[in-house]
């Protein structure tokens, strides 16, 4: 039994390296195209957003004398070589599927619209959302939260490298206790560090639930979609 027909999958581009340090490791890799596969299988209609971290992030590149704007696209850039190495992952182990970009930019990927992705999803084809917004100033948050909510998905995975949200970041604050649901106004309250502010308020105001969990256990998204109880519920 699957818990949503249809869900946006937002993936890390730093959990993308692994142990590498930068870039993309291919076990990685392989281990995220075999766990998209195992909910393909079950029949989930599956559209994905990808960051680009893990080669180059637009705000922390303004920081060191980048334009905001060039560095936002280059940004946009990692997240198409990010989707093209994930689409490679997932033609490897049998899984059709479709790049799209928010930036025209053939043969590369298809230029986006809502209704060609959904069409895909309907044929069986998985579909990468790449390149954001396609604007500067906007995070892959607020890219998946933008794509999500136009394929009218049922929920957003957000696969991290913890497995939900935690009073205090768990990596740096051992006494940090896990939330099983949280409200996006508590998100605001207290200030945590889930999405940008931004993608929290586009789900909020369209009613768009996220559902944190920890992606680099390999299992965990199937897992998700059984109905498991093993992230953090973000819901009005």
Same mark, same amino acid.
């Given at each position: 039994m699957k818990r949503f027909n249809r869900i946006l999958l %937002?993936?890390?581009g730093e959990s993308l390296m692994g142990e590498q340090g930068y870039g993309i490791d291919p076990q990685r890799l392989g281990e995220y195209a075999s766990q998209i596969k195992e909910i393909h299988d079950m =029949?989930?209609?599956? =559209?994905i957003v990808i960051g680009g971290g893990n080669i180059f992030r637009g705000l922390s590149g303004s920081k060191k004398g980048f334009d905001r704007v060039k560095g936002d696209q280059m940004g946009m850039c990692a997240t198409v070589i990010n989707s093209l190495a994930l689409s490679s992952g997932?033609? *490897?182990v049998g899984i059709k599927n479709k790049v799209l970009t928010a930036i025209r930019m053939e043969p590369i990927g298809? !230029?986006?619209?809502?209704? %060609? *992705?959904?069409? *895909?999803? #309907?044929?069986?084809l998985v579909c990468? !959302?790449? *390149?954001?917004?396609?604007?500067?100033y !906007?995070?892959?948050?607020? =890219?998946?939260?933008?794509?999500?909510? #136009?394929?009218e998905a049922d929920v957003m995975l957000k696969g991290t490298r913890v497995d939900g949200v935690y009073t205090a970041d768990p990596e740096?604050?051992?006494t940090a206790t896990k939330y099983s649901d949280i409200t996006y106004d508590e998100i605001y309250n207290k200030g945590l560090k889930v999405m940008d502010l931004t993608a929290v308020t586009m789900c909020k105001d369209n009613n768009f639930p996220i559902y944190v969990f920890n992606m680099d256990k390999v299992g965990n998204l199937k897992k998700v979609i059984?109905?498991?109880?093993i992230g953090t519920l973000v819901h009005l």
């Open positions: %937002k993936l890390s =029949g989930v209609q599956i =559209g997932l033609d *490897a298809e !230029f986006y619209t809502k209704w %060609k *992705a959904i069409e *895909a999803m #309907e044929a069986g990468i !959302f790449s *390149a954001g917004t396609g604007s500067p !906007f995070t892959t948050d607020t =890219g998946s939260s933008l794509r999500g909510i #136009e394929i740096k604050d051992p059984e109905g498991e109880d």
